[in-house]
């Protein structure tokens, strides 16, 4: 259990990059769609080489990080841009 952790903080620090620019495209256009998706490749392999398994407690836990990763980071990017008036 002490790994799903780590992978989740990890997952969670995949997704801010992808969170700030999903938050700076127009919803449901191609590079919002890219900026939602394009992570997961990442997750799947923090899954496979950390040794995580697919069992079912790993799901929630580290779906939360990713939407988690994405929240975050499009908050950092509203913030960054309203600091930028």
């Known amino acids: 259990m002490h790994n799903l952790w780590i992978i989740a903080i990890a997952v969670l620090f995949l997704n801010l990059p992808f969170g700030f ?37 790993t799901f929630p836990v580290l779906i939360g990080a990713f939407f988690a990763g994405q929240l975050l980071g499009g908050i950092c990017s509203r913030q960054k841009a309203g600091s930028q008036d």
């Open 21 to 57: 620019w999903r938050a700076r495209t127009r919803k449901f256009s191609p590079a919002w769609f890219l900026a939602v998706h394009a992570p997961i490749p990442g997750v799947i392999a923090l899954r496979i080489f950390s040794g995580l398994g697919w069992r079912f407690i």
